[in-house]
């Protein structure tokens, strides 16, 4: 199984400033046939059931606002929410689509300073 | 407007049966995989499993295999997971979620809660 993984466990980042998570997968995501990595990111508030950010790596969904971006390439990626929000405190999760079992990282909890 | 309406938890003894529901609609069910995904209280999201259009491939996560079925209904937008000898590590929210890209899940339910629980 490719195992996910990602850090900071936890972060609290001041209104209006930039918050960072990273993520490794055990083993490549990218797809060399179409040079894709099948890598997605999901945002979970209490409560609720998670909502898709990105999927490809790097493309945002649409209805996504644009403070949040997502990049990297085969193992290593980083999803950026360049000015945070209060709407913004949330869980996010990485997860691979390359192999089965699909497989999330642990999360990220992000809230505010 | 695409909805999943996933039913079915409760409480069930460990060693005991549940089947778990999800209602679709707002878009062509028959064309979509969908997939099952948990999460134990506090802890992170977990695929469980999931089945083809037509329901002719279905693949599971090695600790559901032969305790858990994935099925459709694609006349009646529905899907399910039968959920047999369960166990204290089984409990968890089960999401049902729509698969538009080879494993991008792009609509959640809102989820059923399992425990097991003697």
């Known amino acids: 199984d490719i195992v996910m993984t990602q850090s900071p466990d936890s972060l609290a980042v001041s209104l209006g400033e930039r918050a960072t998570i990273t993520c490794k997968s055990s083993?490549?995501?990218?797809?060399?046939?179409?040079?894709?990595?099948?890598l997605t990111w999901y945002q979970q508030k209490p409560g609720q059931p998670p909502k898709l950010l990105i999927s490809?790596?790097?493309t945002r969904e649409s209805g996504v606002p644009d403070r949040f971006s997502g990049s990297g390439s085969g193992t290593d990626f980083t999803l950026t929410i360049s000015s945070l929000q209060a709407e913004d405190v949330a869980v996010y999760y990485c997860?691979?689509?390359?192999?089965?079992?699909?497989?999330f990282g642990p999360g990220t909890k992000v809230d505010i300073k | 407007e695409v909805q999943l309406v996933d039913s079915g938890g409760g409480l069930v003894q460990p060693g005991g049966s549940l089947r778990l529901s999800c209602a679709a609609s707002?878009?062509?069910?028959?064309?979509?995989?969908m997939s099952w995904v948990r999460q134990a209280p506090g802890k992170g999201l977990e695929w469980v499993a999931n089945?083809?259009?037509?329901?002719?491939?279905?693949y599971y996560v090695d600790s559901v295999k032969g305790r858990f079925t994935i099925s459709r209904d694609n006349a009646k937008n529905s899907l399910y997971l039968q959920m047999n000898s369960l166990r204290a590590e089984d409990t968890a929210v089960y999401y049902c979620?729509?698969?538009?890209?080879?494993?991008?899940?792009?609509?959640w339910g809102q989820g059923t809660l399992v425990t097991v629980s003697s």
């Open positions: 707002g878009f062509t069910f028959s064309t979509y995989w």
């Open positions: 089945i083809k259009q037509d329901g002719s491939e279905k």
């Open positions: 979620a729509r698969d538009k890209d080879f494993g991008v899940f792009d609509y």
């Open positions: 490809w790596a790097s």
């Open positions: 997860q691979q689509y390359y192999a089965t079992p699909r497989t």
């Open positions: 083993r490549s995501v990218l797809y060399s046939s179409n040079n894709k990595s099948y």
